[in-house]
């Protein structure tokens, strides 16, 4: 059986979208950027990262996080072509 994914405050939150998206709550998405799960709902209220939310948890978009982490990116990064 597998438990909550709202960290705690009783929300069982989904694991994809109507449309198949995958969500992430803020526990998962804090562990998969190194961060704390407060420095991710800092970014929810001070810099927009887009989320869901779902009673007291927020859950967010795989494809939205990126979006918002492209926004975000310094310097040059190389392109990735496919080609070696």
């Known amino acids: 059986m597998r438990e909550p994914r709202g960290e705690g405050c009783g929300v069982s939150l989904p694991e994809r979208t109507a449309f198949g998206e995958p969500l992430l709550s803020a526990e998962q998405l804090a562990q998969a950027l190194g961060m704390t799960r407060r420095w991710v709902y800092v970014q929810v209220e001070e810099n927009d990262l887009p989320a869901y939310r779902l009673g007291r948890a927020l859950a967010f978009e ?5 979006a918002w982490l492209e926004q975000r990116r310094v310097g040059a990064w190389p392109s990735h072509t496919g080609s070696s």
Request: hydrophobic residues 60%; charged residues 20%; proline residues 0%.
């Open 62 to 66: 795989l494809s939205a996080v990126r």
